[in-house]
């Protein structure tokens, strides 16, 4: 009897081991907010959203001095459709690219609580044919194509973009991608019928990794194009030097 139940004790052990190590891997969700004093400090200054597809994020940066820092990274509860452009209207798919909030965009009322509309179909996609409308962030966390977030988040989000419009920020820049854009995951993806479509996008992704701005992107014979002055020789020399890991370099009020 005794060595029955010792069997069965280490398999009830090795079940919750099991359990543990697997819950271990879910990134926890966290309820931290920015502190109220560092906040009043933040509002009002220019905003860039990026969001990364595969990691189900969306970074917050705000503009200090010359340079736009991370100041947050928010868990997104859903997308739909996986990873490449959204095509038409009714595809289910969220949107990839670069795209603009403006102060018509903005909808404190949304039945999704609140919502912005990234702007969807923009130039590109409109030299494309691509179809669909109402492509938003918003709160309710449900999606059928937007990037849906919890109310709390979308609160604070809504909160930094409406006071930097209020404070004189024409547009918000939002530039989605399916993926951090290294080298190491071109690769990973190099079969994908999305390749030349990614290509383009990841002048975008490294021109903000050098230089700490959002780039300013045109549509140029149905491509995206990277327009704007060159980068100087001093930021890349700075550039240099900055951790390519994105962990190194984490804002202080972020959490991942």
Known sequence: MSKYLFLLSVLLFSSVSFYSAAESQVIPVTRQSIAPSEKQKLLGLPVYIRIIKEEHKLELFIKN???YQHIRTYLICSYSGGLGPKKRQGDYKSPEGFYQIT???LNPNSKYYRAFN????????RAHGFTGNYLMIHGACVSAGCYAMTDEQIAEIYQFV???????QQQVNI????????????RR???????????QLKAG???????HQPPNISVVDGRYALVGPEIPQSQYMYASNIPRNTEEYIGKFSYR
Do not use: L
């Open 65 to 67: 001095k010359n340079s």
């Open 103 to 105: 102060a018509n965009s």
């Open 118 to 125: 990234i702007g969807y179909p923009n130039q590109y996609d």
């Open 162 to 168: 409406e006071a930097a419009m209020k404070n004189g």
């Open 175 to 186: 530039n989605i991608f399916p993926f951090r854009m290294t080298n190491e995951n071109m």
């Open 189 to 199: 993806h190099q079969d994908s019928e999305y390749q030349e479509f990614w290509q």
């Open 205 to 211: 992704y490294d021109y903000f990794e050098t230089t």
